[in-house]
């Protein structure tokens, strides 16, 4: 028989036992519901723009009630910030994924990288030139930017973000060639982004990928006259 105290307790261990394990079976079907609801948005927001959608929508193409959708997220809002917070990382994850496939370049040099980067985002565009909606980032950023402050400083971020891909490897490329101040090489990265942005909708409007890959070529020779002569 059990001392007393071992036996009082008893209960206790195995409530405190139960829970772990209860943890441990709800926590991944939460994520799980967390992204699926991410997920959902992302493509409804890519399709429809933030302001048409709704929340009903999302719960509903997300099979989701509204209690599991508010136990996650606070609000549109919220999840606005969740769905571009995801997009950045896939979007990160799969370009460098591309870069390792994509075959070795034959000349290496301080552009290399960035020249591998527009390569990668040209064979993104061609993989995705059947998948509906443009550029999440590029549609929340004309759709919000001007009534939402909160937004516009996130989605400002995201194309910094993006600028600062290119930058390390354009401040070497001018350092070696000495054509370029530091200071010019901010503008010059933010200047690709500008033209991948560009190229995306142009190819997206045209449902032609290989008229970003053209502008692509097109940018590559002017960072070649730029920062090399």
Not at 39 to 49: E, H, P
């Amino acid at each position: 028989m059990l001392p007393p105290t071992q036996h009082n307790n008893r209960p206790i261990a195995l409530f405190y036992f139960q829970e772990i394990a209860m943890r441990a079976v709800t926590q991944p079907r939460a994520l799980e519901t967390r992204d699926r609801i991410v997920q959902t948005a992302a493509g409804l927001f890519a399709l429809k723009g933030f302001h048409d959608t709704k929340l009903e929508e999302i719960q509903r193409t997300a099979e989701v009630s509204s209690g599991a959708f508010f136990h996650h997220f606070q609000s549109k809002d919220d999840l606005g910030f969740a769905v571009i917070d995801r997009h950045m990382e896939k979007r990160r994850q799969l370009l460098d994924q591309i870069e390792q496939e994509l075959p070795p370049s034959k000349d290496e040099g301080p552009l290399t990288p960035v020249f591998r980067r527009l390569d990668a985002i040209a064979e993104m565009l061609k993989r995705r030139q059947h998948t509906k909606g443009g550029c999440i980032i590029g549609n929340l950023s004309t759709a919000l930017s001007d009534t939402h402050e909160a937004f516009r400083s996130r989605l400002a971020a995201c194309f910094d973000e993006m600028a600062q891909e290119f930058l390390p490897h354009l401040e070497i490329a001018a350092r070696q060639s000495g054509l370029m101040q530091r200071s010019q090489c901010r503008n010059l990265a933010r200047y690709i982004v500008t033209v991948i942005e560009g190229a995306i909708m142009l190819a997206r409007t045209h449902r032609d990928p290989k008229l970003a890959a053209c502008q692509f070529d097109y940018l590559k020779q002017h960072l070649e006259k730029t920062v090399n002569g």
